[in-house]
């Protein structure tokens, strides 16, 4: 069997990114599966080949604000069972969260919430974040094999943005927003990329779109894949792609060999 190839990416607005060259992008990428965030959009305002391009099962959670939030899932297998949002109406009603199951593992495509700069959504964020591990925990005692990728907001450690002492009081590297992602690898989530690449720094997902932020890589790595830990053993790659442009953010990757 070929390896299986899983994406993940904040398009930031998925119409501005197809008039940006998306679908050419998906089209040469190929993805088994591709998990957007920010899709910023209901599916009735696409067009066909957006809303499900040829090959792809797509499934779409969106905000009941227009032209905010929003996630959606591609998936070339069709699962098995699709749960859009995680049944907690405050977030669901800000199309944040789509869970896939897979015949060998449970897919979780999620757009967590960002702060604010005046730190007014902090507490929400991380009651999000939250409930979103509780669902991960109540599925992996289930039995289930977890992966969740997607737009996380918050930069782990140092390593993972370009200028962290300016940026300690910021939303997206708060302590307890970074602490919460210590919390899930001590539960058994492994930071599939920081595990390959332990002390790979440079490796970012979002730029600033302004003082040439991308040009100069003074970036944040804030989209992630996580898997459980029984998936460990068939991770053959994790990826960041800076050199796909159309966001704010480019894609991240994940290769896992046949279970």
């Not at 227009?66 to 199309?95: C, H, M, N, W």
């Amino acid at each position: 069997m070929q390896p299986l190839t899983l994406y993940s990416w904040n398009v930031n607005g998925i119409r501005a990114a197809a008039r940006k060259g998306f679908l050419d992008w998906l089209h040469q990428a190929q993805p088994d599966v591709l998990g957007l965030q920010e899709t910023r959009c209901h599916p009735d305002q696409l067009d066909a080949e957006l809303r499900r391009p040829s090959g792809y099962h797509t499934y779409w959670a969106w905000a009941e604000k227009k032209g905010y939030s929003g996630v959606a899932l591609y998936t070339k297998t069709e699962p098995l069972s699709v749960q859009i949002g995680l049944g907690i109406a405050d977030f669901d009603r800000e199309g944040r969260t789509i869970v896939a199951e897979y015949a060998d593992f449970v897919l979780i495509n999620a757009y967590f919430p960002n702060g604010g700069r005046d730190h007014s959504r902090v507490p929400f964020k991380m009651q999000y974040k939250a409930d979103f591990l509780a669902l991960c925990n109540e599925l992996r005692a289930q039995g289930k094999a977890i992966i969740f990728c997607g737009d996380v907001n918050t930069a782990h450690r140092e390593i993972d943005l370009a200028r962290p002492r300016p940026n300690q009081k910021k939303t997206g590297f708060l302590p307890e927003e970074r602490v919460w992602i210590d919390q899930i690898i001590g539960q058994g989530y492994v930071d599939t990329f920081r595990r390959l690449y332990p002390e790979q720094a440079g490796a970012y997902t979002w730029w600033a779109n302004y003082a040439r932020a991308r040009a100069r890589n003074v970036g944040w790595r804030l989209d992630y894949f996580f898997v459980s830990d029984d998936v460990w053993p068939r991770v053959a790659d994790a990826a960041i792609h800076p050199e796909v442009t159309g966001s704010d953010h480019c894609p991240v990757s994940l290769t896992l060999t046949e279970a």
